[in-house]
């Protein structure tokens, strides 16, 4: 579970809420911010133009996707470049053709599928191909996903503006009565308010952590894809460390070799 998630969402809305009860309405300022037609419009039609941007399904699985941030990837950058150095010590005592065995073992897919086509002696460059095309097309698959809460992000502050404009046309067709001229222009910037809230409690925390999670599975797959290359030429593991090693921050380059030299 990741907690920064978890946290961060609790903790925006409930200074949000703390931001309408700290004035001098107190719990009575809550209503005031509840308004059932401003957030028909807004939510309604944030959710409207987003599902006329997309496929029935692919709005689904756009939806679906939030709970995504709430898991804790499992990137352990050092773990498999460890893993991979100890597949290039198997490649260069005992041969490519040991690393079958070795591949039975692994418990990521991508990687176990590059060993399986070292193993079969594919061409290193059809090797390469093959791997960064399913990074391609996995890249593809997340960017749909945060691409979907972008475009949440950029209808919700939209509709809460034709919202505004909505109640704006509807008091200024009335201004005899000076009295009911704050609270109509109140209610008409409600809508501006929950657009807002869409866009910056929900959708841009969403996309922002989907994005991040994407880089990070990406640089990974990188690194293995250098570095199964670097076995299947034969290099030698001590090389492939420092060539893996480009991919960390110089902090955790020291751990990594503390952690080989132990």
């Known amino acids: 579970m990741d907690l920064a998630s978890i946290i961060g969402l609790i903790l925006g809305f409930g200074l949000m809420v703390f931001g309408m009860l700290n004035s001098a309405f107190g719990v009575t300022g809550l209503s005031f911010f509840?308004?059932?037609?401003?957030?028909?419009?807004?939510?309604?039609?944030?959710?409207?133009?987003?599902l006329a941007s997309y496929s029935m399904k692919d709005f689904?699985?756009?939806?679906?996707?939030?709970?995504?941030?709430?898991?804790?990837?499992n990137f352990?950058?050092?773990?498999?470049?460890?893993?991979?150095i100890d597949l290039s010590n198997v490649a260069r005592k005992e041969g490519l053709l040991a690393l079958e065995e070795s591949a039975n073992n692994l418990e990521d897919p991508f990687m176990k599928k590059?060993?399986?086509l070292?193993?079969?002696?594919?061409?290193?460059?059809?090797?390469?191909?093959?791997?960064?095309?399913?990074?391609?097309?996995?890249d593809a698959r997340?960017?749909?996903n945060i691409g979907f809460w972008k475009q949440v992000g950029a209808m919700g502050p939209a509709w809460g503006m034709i919202g505004t404009l909505i109640g704006l046309v509807l008091m200024l067709q009335d201004l005899s009565d000076p009295d009911s001229i704050g609270p109509n222009m109140s209610?008409?910037?409600?809508?501006?308010?929950?657009?807002?809230?869409?866009?910056?409690?929900?959708?841009?925390p969403v996309a922002g952590k989907l994005s991040a999670n994407n880089d990070e599975e990406i640089q990974l797959k990188e690194i293995m894809i250098e570095g199964l290359l670097s076995i299947q030429a034969g290099e030698n593991p001590r090389v492939i460390e420092e060539k893996l090693k480009s991919f960390?921050?110089?902090?955790?380059?020291?751990?990594?070799?503390?952690?080989?030299?132990?």
């Open 118 to 138: 070292i193993v079969d002696g594919t061409d290193p460059e059809l090797v390469r191909g093959i791997l960064e095309a399913e990074l391609v097309n996995i």
């Open 34 to 50: 509840l308004h059932f037609p401003s957030a028909l419009i807004t939510f309604g039609g944030t959710i409207g133009a987003v």
């Open 248 to 262: 960390l921050a110089p902090g955790v380059r020291d751990s990594l070799s503390e952690g080989g030299e132990g």
């Open 114 to 116: 590059g060993i399986m």
């Open 142 to 144: 997340h960017q749909k």
């Open 187 to 204: 209610t008409a910037l409600i809508t501006t308010f929950y657009g807002s809230f869409i866009a910056n409690w929900l959708s841009a």
């Open 76 to 84: 352990d950058t050092v773990g498999i470049i460890k893993q991979i």
């Open 60 to 73: 689904l699985a756009g939806i679906k996707s939030i709970g995504l941030i709430f898991k804790m990837p």
